[in-house]
T-cell receptor, first 112, second 110 residues
Framework: NAGVTQTPKFRVLKTGQSMTLLCAQD?????MYWYRQDPGMGLRLIHYSVGEGTTAKGEVPDGYNVSRLKKQNFLLGLESAAPSQTSVYFC???????????FGPGTRLTVL | EDQVTQSPEALRLQEGESSSLNCSYTVSGLRGLFWYRQDPGKGPEFLFT???AGEEKEKERLKATLTKKESFLHITAPKPEDSATYLC???????????FGQGTTLQVKP
């Protein structure tokens, strides 16, 4: 049981480049979440999904898109990266019957 | 607006020196309050969920308590391996979404 995994672990982009972050979970969880963590700001919700084929906006969705084509995967896309998107990105998932979210190890993204 | 504030931002303790971390919250209908531990360079690790005022939960040297306005994470006789950032989060009723505080970074010196 790998839990929640994230790919890649580190990435450096130039302004205007695009990329996709992959989150995968092997716990058959319905709910999946994408957060960003910035110094002094805490974790902030970007987008989330309550099941395969569904997505919804969180607190800070601008500049990001997501897709949940398979239950076990949740993708976060940056179409045109900006320096303000430099952050550590965490994915989390949870089962419908519980409140506990389980987090992945994070992706550290730097946009130059 | 739902909000979570943690204090202090940073805390330094000597090994064996007990203390408490505070999490104050305002939320429209509390479904649950969560405590996580986060080590440098890693994702948050779940510690506790509290659902109603008066509830308490313990795990080794950690004890979490909940009132209608705040939660405390009590650390008894801490060890250097307890050094980490402790995050508090709340979920408002029927939202399925967590709102996090900024965290308290704890350093325990031997």
């Amino acid at each position: 049981n790998a839990g929640v995994t994230q790919t890649p672990k580190f990435r450096v982009l130039k302004t205007g480049q695009s990329m996709t972050l992959l989150c995968a979970q092997d716990m058959n969880h319905e709910y999946m979440y994408w957060y960003r963590q910035d110094p002094g700001m805490g974790l902030r919700l970007i987008h989330y999904s309550v099941g395969e084929g569904t997505t919804a906006k969180g607190e800070v969705p601008d500049g990001y898109n997501v897709s949940r084509l398979k239950k076990q995967n949740f993708l976060l896309g940056l179409e045109s990266a900006a320096p303000s998107q430099t952050s550590v990105y965490f994915c989390a998932s949870r089962w419908t019957g519980t409140d506990t979210q389980y987090f992945g190890p994070g992706t550290r993204l730097t946009v130059l | 607006e739902d909000q979570v504030t943690q204090s202090p931002e940073a805390l330094r303790l000597q090994e064996g020196e007990s203390s408490s971390l505070n999490c104050s919250y305002t939320v429209s209908g509390l479904r649950g309050l969560f405590w996580y531990r986060q080590d440098p360079g890693k994702g948050p690790e779940f510690l506790f969920t509290l659902y109603s005022a008066g509830e308490e939960k313990e795990k080794e040297r950690l004890k979490a308590t909940l009132t209608k306005k705040e939660s405390f994470l009590h650390i008894t006789a801490p060890k250097p391996e307890d050094s980490a950032t402790y995050l508090c989060a709340v979920e408002a009723s029927n939202t399925g979404k967590l709102i996090f505080g900024q965290g308290t970074t704890l350093q325990v010196k031997p």
